[in-house]
């Protein structure tokens, strides 16, 4: 059903819980000067919005603000991803050393505010809408990665992610503004019937969906819209790191989701979808797919930094999302949604042990986790006999052990 203006108000609640916690944790750096408390308050208003769009979930599908929105299980399924996302992060910034020392309260409302901007980009159903949520998630995430002030690997991830952000935006409106002179109109539906009903140009169209594509592939960090992944996960916040990781991934599948199927396919009675006759784009996704997994799985095999490891895993993992989403079925767009829960857990654990390594360590390098069973106290370091340089052994700052030089046989007398 389709709602009104006025009355969408009341559909969006998790969206509203958001903007008031935003503007509350702003005003509150004024005047409280236990910077810790913004952590908490911030934590709290996604706590409430992710409890409104569980119950919002409940709640028929409709339509919102003149068909720019959709209120249904897809995107209250994703704006529960995304709030257990900026939960955990906003959860990890209170016992990061990296937070401590920066402007906590415009950090923590940056995080919220790019939340805020993935909940729209699940719900878009239009082309603007879906443009402007995107670049609002991108402008939003620059800021964060930068967020390092005095820190030059911080600001140099920033700069680059802002060039590579800004090339693949320009390319996505570009493709977006093809497919919008080929049907007519912005809204994805619409889209859908003025491409099966007349006879658009095929090869116009395959450049306008490589362009869009493209720009959706960059978010997802799908290869070769890659090349930002690595830089930018070394240089921003661990908490940060993990928020991308897993919250800005999702919603560029989300809006992939979005974009592809309802606009760019067909589904019969029997729930089976097809893509528009003329425009195979499942089979560029496969070959997307393939050389994103490949990339990212050879490439990690080099790296010494484990942010820059987890890196090229993320970007693996995006070429695992990928297979459920060039299957064009519902099967493989809930296996891909399973996948990403996993996905979730997993990464957001990763990223937890880097930053408890980090802040006990200053080390983000794999020799900075050589021994950490023994070091955490997860079980006894293993002795060897007397006069061998053990594991259970101190040894001299010359390399020496503390049996060196010693006779082992009968002492003089």
């Known amino acids: 059903m389709t709602i009104g203006n006025v009355e969408s108000l009341l559909y969006i609640l998790p969206e509203l819980v958001l903007v008031v916690a935003i503007l509350a944790i702003f005003l509150a750096d004024l005047v409280i000067e236990d910077k810790e408390q913004l952590g908490y308050m911030a934590f709290g208003g996604v706590l409430l919005s992710l409890l409104l769009a569980v119950w919002r979930g409940s709640t028929p599908e409709a339509w919102l603000f003149s068909k720019m929105i959709v209120q249904d299980p897809f995107a209250v399924f994703f704006k529960i991803v995304f709030a257990f996302a900026a939960m955990a992060a906003v959860w990890m910034s209170l016992g990061s050393k990296e937070i401590r020392g920066v402007s906590q309260g415009e950090y923590y409302g940056l995080l919220l ?92 169209l395959f450049i306008g969906l490589i362009l869009t594509l493209a720009g959706l592939g960059y978010k997802i960090s799908a290869a070769p819209f890659h090349m930002w992944v690595p830089d930018v996960y070394t240089g921003a916040p661990i ?111 990763a990223f937890l042990v880097v930053m408890i390594v980090a802040n006990s360590t200053g080390r983000e390098d794999i020799e900075g986790f050589r021994g950490l069973a023994w070091r955490g106290g997860a079980a006894p370091a293993p002795r060897r006999s007397q006069g061998s340089a053990g594991w259970g052994e101190r040894r001299r700052p010359n390399g020496q052990s503390s049996a060196a030089g010693r006779k082992v046989g009968r002492p003089n007398r």
Do not use: C
């Open 113 to 204: 505010s790019s939340t805020l901007g993935m909940y729209f980009m699940a719900s878009a159903t239009n082309l603007i809408m879906a443009y402007l949520s995107l670049e609002f998630v991108s402008l939003t995430s620059y800021v964060l990665t930068g967020f390092l002030r005095h820190d030059r690997r911080s600001g140099e991830a920033a700069l680059k992610y802002l060039i590579y952000g800004g090339v693949a935006s320009g390319t996505m409106i570009f493709g977006m503004s093809w497919v919008y002179g080929l049907a007519g109109s912005m809204d994805f539906v619409q889209i859908n019937a003025a491409l099966t009903q007349g006879d658009p140009n095929k090869l116009t």
């Open 239 to 349: 908490p940060v790191t993990a928020f991308l990781s897993v919250a800005s991934k999702a919603a560029g599948f989300a809006l992939l989701v979005r974009f592809f199927y309802p606009a760019l396919s067909s589904v019969s009675t029997d729930g089976t979808w097809h893509f528009l006759p003329g425009v195979d784009w499942p089979q560029v996704a496969l070959v997307l797919s393939m050389v994103t997994m490949t990339i990212g799985n050879l490439a990690a095999l080099s790296q010494r930094n484990l942010k820059r490891l987890l890196a090229y895993s993320s970007i693996a993992h995006a070429g695992y999302m990928l297979m459920g989403f060039v299957v064009l079925s519902n099967e493989g767009v809930r296996a891909m949604l399973f996948y990403m829960i996993a996905y979730y857990l997993m990464n957001i654990g």
